[in-house]
């Protein structure tokens, strides 16, 4: 990681207002075709505990259930393409994440270790689809273990050239596997997941939520209420509104443990390290 750079204190400022121009264009579109959404994880916690990004904190995340994340990409050409665009394997094939995200048009950044990536770039904010898990806790933990070996053969395109010695072997053999056998994989589970189910749901393509999700009952660690993701309220965030959940408490709780208590100095840092970047105006 010779290349790997860190924003400065301006860079990092710009960022965070430049991700808040997407949320913004976002919530428009969302609002403007009554699409649920709700911030999600750190942002969350930003706008409950600084009223706003957390200051160390370089990314976005936004959170939805599986059938408003399909009605958003129904309405996606409706934000300003000047501001942003959607990115996700269906708008870019060599785009391997099992996730969306907000592109903001102009502009690039890339990550250490994904130089050799061919998908489209640019600063970003993360759009997490919700899918439905088993009620049963044998069905949820099978899920999880097969959603994890998907994952890992999607991430293997980027894993073979960051390991060494028997992981780079495998992943380079992983990356053989077309990239459409894992997105066909999740899909089985996708096609399943409606809004009016009483499942519990995740992000099949992302570890389950939380850093504490293993200290959760059994019953609650692989999957959330989708209540979290329907029962919403306005925060402020930056001086702007936006939705998120209404319990925020327990969402926090579940994501976080103790979320007011400030982590120590020394773990208060950028997410990850970048070889490249370009604001739109440069």
């Known amino acids: 990681?010779?290349?790997?750079?860190?924003?400065?204190?301006?860079?990092?400022?710009?960022?965070?207002?430049?991700?808040?121009?997407?949320?913004?264009?976002?919530?428009?579109?969302?609002?403007?075709?009554n699409i649920n959404y709700v911030l999600f994880g750190g942002s969350l916690l930003g706008a409950v505990r600084h009223k706003g990004f957390i200051p160390w904190d370089d990314d976005a995340d936004?959170?939805?259930?599986?059938?408003?994340?399909?009605?958003?990409?129904?309405?996606?050409?409706?934000?300003?393409?000047?501001i942003c665009y959607f990115q996700d394997h269906d708008t870019d094939p060599e785009y391997r994440w099992g996730y969306?995200?907000?592109r903001r048009t102009g502009t690039k950044y890339v990550r250490v270790g994904q130089e050799h990536l061919k998908c489209k770039t640019g600063i970003f904010?993360?759009?997490?689809?919700?899918?439905?898990?088993?009620?049963?806790i044998v069905g949820q933990v099978l899920q999880d273990w097969y959603c994890f070996c998907m994952r890992k053969i999607m991430w293997s395109e980027v894993a073979k050239y960051n390991?060494?010695?028997?992981?780079k072997l495998w992943f380079t053999l992983l990356s053989k596997i077309p990239v459409s056998i894992?997105?066909?994989?999740?899909?089985?589970?996708?096609?399943?997941?409606?809004?009016?189910t009483p499942n519990r749901v995740r992000c099949l393509a992302f570890p389950a939520t939380g850093t504490l999700y293993k200290k959760n009952p059994i019953t609650e660690r692989y999957g959330m209420p989708k209540s979290w993701f329907t029962d919403r309220?306005?925060?402020?965030?930056?001086?702007?509104?936006?939705f998120s959940s209404k319990d925020y408490d327990v969402v926090l709780k579940y994501i976080y443990g103790d979320y007011m208590k400030l982590p120590d100095e020394n773990d208060r840092e950028q997410h990850s390290p970048f070889s490249e970047i370009k604001f739109q105006d440069e």
């Open 163 to 167: 390991t060494k010695g028997f992981w």
């Open 233 to 242: 309220t306005e925060y402020l965030f930056e001086s702007q509104q936006f």
């Open 1 to 33: 990681m010779n290349n790997a750079k860190e924003l400065t204190p301006e860079q990092f400022r710009k960022m965070q207002l430049t991700e808040l121009d997407m949320l913004v264009e976002f919530d428009r579109v969302c609002r403007n075709n």
């Open 62 to 82: 936004i959170g939805m259930l599986r059938e408003d994340y399909d009605r958003f990409k129904e309405h996606m050409n409706e934000m300003n393409p000047d």
């Open 125 to 136: 904010v993360d759009i997490f689809p919700m899918d439905d898990i088993p009620l049963s």
């Open 182 to 196: 894992p997105f066909s994989g999740l899909d089985r589970y996708i096609r399943k997941s409606k809004n009016e």
């Open 100 to 102: 969306g995200k907000l």
